[in-house]
Structure formats: structure tokens, C-alpha cells
């Protein structure tokens, strides 16, 4: 793979992976305590999906690294998926009981809890990073 279709390949997952997380960070906003979509809350969400992107193309990285190759994500199996999972999960639940600790959100009544942070801020950089490994894989396999 030459080095501009990687370079548009890291692009792709960048956009994608914050757009996806932006959508999750305001479909879930009512979730938090104070989550109406006024200016404040709607940047709040803004920054945390450029940290989810962020850390998509981390782990990205640090899977390349692992592989020894740029394009893994072509040639991804089982394994990836589970360390992507297991990745996600535990760096959301460090995140997650910081950002309580340090008073920077708090869950509202309808958010459900799993080991004192919310589930679904628990499985969204696991399931989103998945999925978006899994979109640019298909991406790079058609040319794109």
C-alpha cells in the first residue's frame, strides 16, 4: 500500500471514528446530569469525541506496531477484536471514573451503572473502535 493510501486510509478512520463517537456522545448527553444541548454540553461533546477518535488512532497505531505492518487492519483477525474490546472497555472505565472523580460529568437517574460508571460510556470506545476498524477495513479492501 503506498504511503498516500495509508495517509487517506488514517484520515478515514479519524473523520470516521469522530463522527461516530459524536453521534454516540449526543444520542447519550441526556444520560448525564445537566444534558440538554445547550452550547456548553454540545462542545463537552465535541471534545469527547475528538478524545475517542484520538484514542481510535492510538490503538490503530499500537496494533500496527504489534503487526509490524501499517495495514493490518486488512488482515485483522479474532485476536484484534478481542485486544479492541478489551482495550476500549478498560481505558473507558479508567476515563470514566477520573472524569466522576473529578466531578467533570455526572450520570443522571437513566444512566445504567457497571462498577460505578455508566454502560454506555463503557462500551462505546470498544464497540465504535471495533466497528470503525471494521468500516475502514472494508474501505481499504474496495480501493478506497
Given at each position: ?21 459524536l ?104 464497540v ?17
Amino acid at each position: 500500500m503506498s504511503a498516500r493510501r495509508r495517509t487517506s486510509l488514517l484520515a478515514w478512520l479519524g473523520l470516521l471514528a469522530f463522527s461516530l463517537n459524536l453521534a454516540w456522545e449526543l444520542a447519550q448527553a441526556p444520560l448525564y446530569t445537566g444534558g440538554s444541548m445547550d452550547g456548553k454540553h454540545f462542545a463537552l461533546c465535541l471534545v469527547a469525541a475528538l478524545g475517542d477518535a484520538l484514542f481510535a488512532l492510538i490503538l490503530y497505531a499500537l496494533l500496527a506496531l504489534v503487526h509490524r505492518d501499517p495495514c493490518w487492519v486488512l488482515r485483522r483477525g479474532p485476536a484484534d477484536a478481542v485486544v479492541v474490546l478489551g482495550t476500549g472497555i478498560a481505558f473507558a472505565w479508567v476515563a470514566e471514573s477520573l472524569a466522576g472523580a473529578l466531578g467533570w460529568w455526572a450520570y443522571g437517574p437513566g444512566m445504567p451503572l457497571v462498577l460505578g460508571v455508566g454502560l454506555l460510556p463503557l462500551v462505546q470506545l470498544a464497540v465504535l473502535s471495533l466497528l470503525t476498524f471494521e468500516l475502514v477495513g472494508v474501505r481499504a479492501r474496495h480501493g478506497g
